[in-house]
């Protein structure tokens, strides 16, 4: 592989497709910036949000252990490998099943619509960019295995302030990969998140306010026959002087149900043994 940089990339720009691929290729993450959703919106969602995971309305919403979708309090998941539960909350929207909270405008389901767009013209672009040895893998074209799937999920989260007797192992996100395809990931409103690099260093992924952050996912990663890394990330707690609360909202795209991955799975199969590993199902 070829030095680990994380390449931040102008939508627009002619050599976007390239470009992202390479960065995948390399580091499993890319940056994009101008791809065209309103910084109003997002701004708006992120505060509306913020207001639900400050009320007790929240609790309304508990989430359904075999469904997934609601919300899951603080302390409600683990990274694979670690038995110390992430310090955040969060809440899964699917569509076209999940609950929506009624105190949450349409503005939400307005940016998940843009961001799923942004994110199937990303997957047309790394199937273009492809090796052709490697793009055999894949069972069918990378858009399609997402279109009409009901598990791409939207999870909004909401990372609390750190309290003084928390167990100081306890990360905002321990170190871990993502379960999908691809993850579009809507800046954090606060920085943390971090990439491990070939040399099992931590490195800082810096992105403006509106920018997206996309990696690439072990489903990726397997169907690509390890051609697309899944790459170790977490986010960590924050200095004393910034313990303020940080939102983000990824967008992680799952094939649908049953996409054969690989020999070994197929998504559900795949998805089913991540929930188990994760606390997160029976």
Request: proline share 5%; hydrophobic share 35%; net charge neutral.
């Amino acid at each position: 592989m070829n030095k680990f940089k994380v390449r931040t990339i102008d939508f627009q720009s002619d050599d976007a497709p390239i470009k992202l691929s390479k960065s995948l290729r390399n580091t499993g993450f890319a940056v994009i910036h101008n791809h065209g959703i309103d910084k109003k919106l997002i701004n708006n969602v992120y505060e509306e949000w913020s207001s639900f995971f400050n009320s007790d309305k929240k609790f309304n919403y508990l989430f359904d252990i075999e469904k997934q979708d609601g919300y899951f309090p603080l302390k409600s998941e683990n990274a694979k490998g670690y038995n110390t539960k992430d310090l955040k909350e969060f809440y899964h929207i699917y569509l076209p099943w999940g609950r929506i909270p009624k105190e949450i405008s349409k503005d939400t389901l307005n940016l998940r619509h843009q961001l799923l767009d942004v994110g199937t013209t990303l997957l047309t672009w790394i199937d273009d960019n492809t090796p052709e040895e490697i793009r055999n893998n894949f069972s069918m074209p990378l858009k399609d295995m997402i279109k009409e799937s009901h598990n791409n999920l939207l999870r909004i989260l909401h990372y609390p302030p750190i309290q003084d007797d928390e167990d100081k192992s306890a990360l905002r996100a321990a170190p871990h990969g993502d379960i999908n395809l691809i993850t579009i990931l809507l800046a954090g409103s606060e920085p943390g998140l971090q990439v491990m690099n070939m040399d099992k260093k931590w490195i800082d992924v810096d992105s403006n306010n509106g920018w997206l952050v996309i990696n690439s996912g072990d489903m990726l990663n397997k169907c690509s026959d390890n051609y697309y890394p899944s790459t170790i990330h977490r986010v960590i707690n924050p200095k004393d002087r910034k313990n303020v609360s940080r939102y983000s909202m990824p967008l992680f795209l799952h094939a649908r149900d049953e996409v054969v991955l690989s020999d070994k799975y197929t998504a559900k199969s795949y998805l089913d043994k991540r929930l188990k590993s994760l606390g997160l199902k029976e």
